[in-house]
């Protein structure tokens, strides 16, 4: 398995809502990352998680609250989100912090 | 923090032409990776480069990691549709240890 899978694919939520969500990779990885994506636009980094600690938090606003329950899973729990906070939610994994990363397709994640 | 320049933002290319795009940063990194993303899709590892002076090929495509570390380039060779969509270079190691800093993007446009 060469995958990192998440969910939902598509999320609408508003703006007083508490959603969560979901990635999973069975490669072994050891860590694992949040990014956020607006269009045409590169991916910006969130949160780092290495052998399931917290090791990166860019400045990201408390709504957004990471969670690594263990070395195959990654949430991000979403609470009272803005509309500016829509966008493409990406998570990535790698065998360590110093080597490429394998993305997942993304959470399109839209606020109203 | 490290800040990687890309160029060109954008090109419009016939199919069958070869294709160009580089980035270059102020400080060094120790990997250079380059990234295709697709509409609705996250970005999907194209080469990854861990030697100064490092050139290596997939297919039609051609990266070269910088003697200096501090650039890389990435060629296509007789561009077909398909190869449509954005493309990102990243960078890993020297002071952004543990995490990726991505370019601002190459959108390439292909004309059958």
């Known amino acids: 398995d060469t995958e990192v899978t998440q969910t939902p694919k598509h999320l609408v939520m508003g703006m007083t809502n508490k959603k969560s969500l979901k990635c999973e990779q069975h490669?072994?990885?050891?860590?694992m990352y949040w990014y956020k994506q607006k269009a045409k636009k590169p991916p910006e980094l969130m949160f780092v998680y290495s052998y399931e600690k917290l090791s990166i938090n860019e400045s990201v606003p408390s709504r957004f609250s990471p969670e690594c329950p263990n070395s195959s899973l990654l949430n991000l729990h979403l609470h009272a989100l803005q509309p500016e906070d829509s966008a493409l939610y990406l998570c990535?994994?790698?065998?360590?912090?110093?080597?490429?990363?394998?993305f997942g397709s993304g959470t399109r994640l839209t606020v109203v | 923090g490290q800040q990687l320049n890309q160029s060109p933002q954008s090109m419009f290319i016939q199919e069958g032409e070869d294709v160009s795009m580089n980035c270059t940063s102020s400080s060094i990194f120790n990997t250079w990776l380059w990234y295709k993303q697709e509409p609705g899709e996250g970005p999907v590892l194209l080469i990854a480069l861990y030697k100064a002076g490092e050139l290596t090929s997939n297919g039609r495509l051609t990266a070269q990691f910088g003697i200096t570390r501090k650039d890389s380039f990435l060629n296509i060779s007789a561009s077909i549709p398909s190869d449509v969509g954005i493309y990102f270079c990243?960078?890993?190691?020297?002071?952004?240890?543990?995490?990726?800093?991505f370019g601002q993007g190459t959108i390439l446009t292909v004309h059958p």
């Open positions: 490669m072994g990885h050891r860590a």
């Open positions: 990535a994994s790698s065998q360590d912090r110093l080597v490429s990363a394998t």
């Open positions: 990243a960078g890993s190691g020297g002071t952004s240890y543990g995490k990726l800093t």
